[in-house]
């Protein structure tokens, strides 16, 4: 069983596991219609915020396929629950896993979820010691997009009208990343000795 060594702590936030404590937080962006855009799920009222809180505490470490790692992002220092990350894992056999961010779009615009979502893809090629991870996103989705392309995800395939989503068919985008590199990126922005 992985569990990643909480809290973690970047320049401007706190990773740790949801709590009890996160419904208030967590609903101020599920229940937001422009936040579900291109999600799986429609804007949350706080019974159905509260449930998916329940599955995300359950959701603290990794053991089998089919299990995801659900990650709470707050500012270091104090503050609200402003992101939401998600890390699955795919395939032990294969290394294989994926990332998922969801974040307050008060707080967009800052680099906080580029700066979360590196912290994701650390735990899932260092701490787990995974292969490859993707991300998928609704094409129409760019400010995902833009964030696995910050993150040095690379565009592996568009699935044309791979989805009928929110009425309509939809492309969905992949990216990945192998941990060659993962490796090859970490070095380049480590300062020098």
Known sequence: MFTPPYPI???RLV???FTEADLDDLHAFHSLPEVA?????????????KAALDRKIACA???EDGDVLSVAAAPAGGGPVIGDL???LRSREHRQGEIGFV??????GRGLATEA???ILRIGFEGLGLHRIHGNCDARNTSSARLMERLGMRLEARLVENEFFAGAWSD??????LAREWRAGAASVQPPA
Request: hydrophobic content about 40%.
């Open 37 to 49: 855009r291109y999600l799986y799920w429609d804007a949350r009222t706080r019974e159905e915020t």
């Open 172 to 177: 969905e985008l992949v990216f990945a990343m």
């Open 9 to 11: 702590a970047t320049p």
């Open 61 to 63: 470490s990794l053991e």
């Open 15 to 17: 990773l740790r596991p």
């Open 86 to 88: 998600t890390l699955f």
């Open 103 to 108: 974040f307050n779009p008060a707080y967009q």
């Open 117 to 119: 979502a590196r912290e």
